[in-house]
């Protein structure tokens, strides 16, 4: 049995309590729910992979109340702590190398020397890292391979009966992932496009950030696993309308015909892309619970956010 907590003072105090007991919660962020263990225990990591049958040589990433509290677990050269200071709290990961003193488990890192940090901004998140007091691994709520979970709703489908409760606090405000930035050696490196748009983050290290290589052998980031985002139906990309018995995904004013199509939503009439990637993963569940062979999807422009959520639909239409 799942719990569902309300995100109250009692619910986040048990939610930290059960953390802490190397339990699996589902907890709200400002981009996705994550699925939340004790990132210090090998044992209680092992259950995340297990949970959603994620394969293991996947890292995760380690959420932390502040950057005091990162800064033990990784190394910061001045690129990362110029991205830390300018966007923690917030939907930015930092991927850094492991500082003596780390305490993030192996298992959590696939065994990597580097450690993947984030400080998120969504206030229920910040309460359970406070009273945890440890760092907390957080793969986002979804079977492996899945969409992504942005409602305690959504985790419950893909997870009810795995995982001991899910901490509600309603809907996440931006939608999609963190942004990914690997400050290892050298330049910053663009893991995957997240919450925070590129330009705002060139804007603070001052040059172009390179996007690592999809066709890596190892997957240094999960993005690297192409078919990912997943819906049951086949994903059709850059549409200009739906065809006979295609659903609808629509951005901006909808084209004629749309309405006539199996099933119909607008991740934004008015083209707005925050709003957009705010409702990218549940339109994509709701579309894709009505049974529909295929979901088309109209084109999303490539700036701020746009460039995030179409890595996602790439992923979501990659040969499975
Ligand atoms: O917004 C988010 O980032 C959400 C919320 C819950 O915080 N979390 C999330 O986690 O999206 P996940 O596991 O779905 O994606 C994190 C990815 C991993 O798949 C992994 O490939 C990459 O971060 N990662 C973790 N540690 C890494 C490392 N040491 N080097 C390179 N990539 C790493
Ligand atoms: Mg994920």
Not at 8 to 21: C, H, K, P, V, Y
Request: neutral net charge; aromatic residues 4%; glycine residues 10%.
């Amino acid at each position: 049995m799942t719990r569902h907590l309300e995100a109250s003072e009692a619910g986040i105090a048990e939610a930290a309590t059960l953390l802490r007991q190397g339990g699996l919660v589902a907890l709200p962020t400002e981009t996705v729910y994550g699925l939340a263990a004790d990132a210090t225990s090998g044992t209680a990591v092992a259950s995340i992979y297990a949970a959603k049958e994620r394969p293991s040589f996947n890292p995760l990433i380690a959420h932390l109340p502040d950057l005091a509290a990162a800064r033990r677990q990784g190394l910061f050269d001045a690129n990362a702590l110029a991205l830390a200071k300018a966007f923690w709290p917030g939907p930015l990961t930092l991927v850094v190398a492991t500082s003596p003193g780390c305490e993030v488990s192996e298992l959590a890192r696939a065994g990597l020397n580097s450690v993947a940090l984030r400080v998120p901004s969504h206030p229920v998140a910040r309460a359970v890292l406070q009273a945890a007091g440890r760092p907390i691994a957080a793969p986002s709520a979804n079977r492996s391979g899945r969409v992504s979970a942005t409602s305690a709703a959504h985790v419950l489908v893909d997870l009810d009966g795995r995982i001991d409760a899910v901490l509600d606090a309603g809907p996440t405000q931006v939608g999609v992932e963190s942004t990914i930035v690997a400050c290892l050696d050298g330049a910053p490196r663009l893991l995957r496009p997240g919450g925070v748009p590129r330009a705002a983050i060139e804007g603070v290290i001052g040059r172009a950030l390179v996007l690592a290589g999809e066709a890596g052998a190892a997957p240094i980031s999960p993005g690297l696993l192409a078919s990912h985002y997943a819906p049951a139906a086949r994903v059709r990309l850059e549409a200009e309308a739906p065809r006979f018995g295609e659903a609808w995904l629509g951005f901006g004013p909808e084209p004629e015909g749309s309405s006539k199509s199996a099933a119909s939503l607008n991740l934004s009439l008015t083209g707005d892309l925050s709003e957009a990637a705010a409702n990218l993963f549940g339109h994509l569940r709701r579309l894709d619970a009505q049974g529909v062979a295929a979901i088309a999807v109209a084109s999303i422009p490539m700036q701020g956010l746009g460039e995030a959520i179409n890595d996602r639909l790439r992923r979501a239409a990659a040969p499975r």
